[in-house]
């Protein structure tokens, strides 16, 4: 492993915590590639030299201060890392007074080093996972080289799966992306075995989980605990959950399960905030409708307003809140009359009348489509 500057400011700055003194770090030519003090950045430290080829401590005295180039009075220690010197890390002071913290601020030191090592291997592991599983959602081929990919990476590939889709709400993006983070470690405690229950990113504060599934208890199990476990996480991370359920589906139509989780989340709501595709209906339906179909409905039936934000929200919240308008003027903080107003112009310009239940359900098709399609 190569000591970096970032890591090693990093222990610059834990270590000065500690200790009261300057500190540097060395790296294996003998640079100081970190220090409390800037001005030392980049320059020769003999001594730290000495150290890493040595592997022992070194107390530097006034006297070598004179003999040895680039040092100062005081403490100067090897960096171990899996047995090999990767740095050294350098204490100035009196060695007397300084020689006392010498092990704990090594030892401190290489826990540092320890715990970027891992945190950096876990990442890169991630990154892999991450990529090979939107890949797997994303490519209708899967051959014997796919599946050896996915076992090399740990995942159990033989067995089937449950696409489930967690969306948090936030309007604040900074929030969402870190709620986003803390659900995703969340979910990880829940579902420790990454081999059988694969958990990614997916952007958008959307987290996806890959459920492994052996046997058909297995999947009654997870299904009935999924409200309690929604409500858990809502409890931790203090934000609103929503959670979309696709079909048990064999390796090889992993797409499949994803693609319904993605249209169950879309009709998630707070009244409804679990929803599995399987007990979709009209979605179901309208989900084999062709893209092209789906364009020509929304310019068709919402062209003319389409582009107006304001009444689209409207007609979103109307349809969110089952057409309450109360609820509805309550959320767009609007007076129950602007509402009135509002769905007029609406009704005006799209040529019908949403108390018509016709027309009402041709809007709200359509509007389904403008959302799944924007």
Known sequence: MKLLSLLAQRI????????????????????????????????????????????????????????????????????FFQNDVIGVIGITGDPRTVAPFGELIQRMTELIIQEA???EKLNTEVRGIEAFVYEWLHNREFDEGFHARGELLGLAMELSRICVLVEL?????EDLHLLEKETYERLRLLFPDQAKDTIIRAGQGRILLLKGLKHLKDEETFLQGVQSSRKQLEQLTQTTIFIGIGTRQSPELVLKSYSEAKRALQTA??????????QLTL?????????????????????????????????ETYFHYHMSLKDTAEHLHIHINTLHYRLKRMNERLGGNLKDPKFLATCYIAYMFWKETR
């Open 283 to 315: 979605e179901g339906i309208l989900a084999e409708i062709s893209l092209e179909m789906k364009l020509e409905v929304v310019e068709k039936v919402l062209g003319k307003i389409s582009d107006d934000t304001e009444l689209m929200e409207t007609l």
């Open 12 to 79: 610059v700055n834990e270590v000065t915590k500690v200790i009261d003194e300057e500190v540097i770090v060395v790296n294996d030519d003998g640079t100081i590639i970190a220090s409390s003090d800037r001005q030392r950045v980049g320059t020769f430290h003999e001594g730290a030299l000495r150290v890493f080829h040595s592997r022992e401590k070194m107390e530097i005295t006034e006297a070598d201060v004179h003999m040895l180039q680039g040092v100062k009075a005081g403490l100067n220690l090897p960096i």
């Open 169 to 173: 709400k936030s309007k604040n993006e």
């Open 117 to 119: 090592h891992s945190a």
């Open 269 to 278: 709501s707070s009244a409804t905030p679990v929803v599995f595709y399987e």
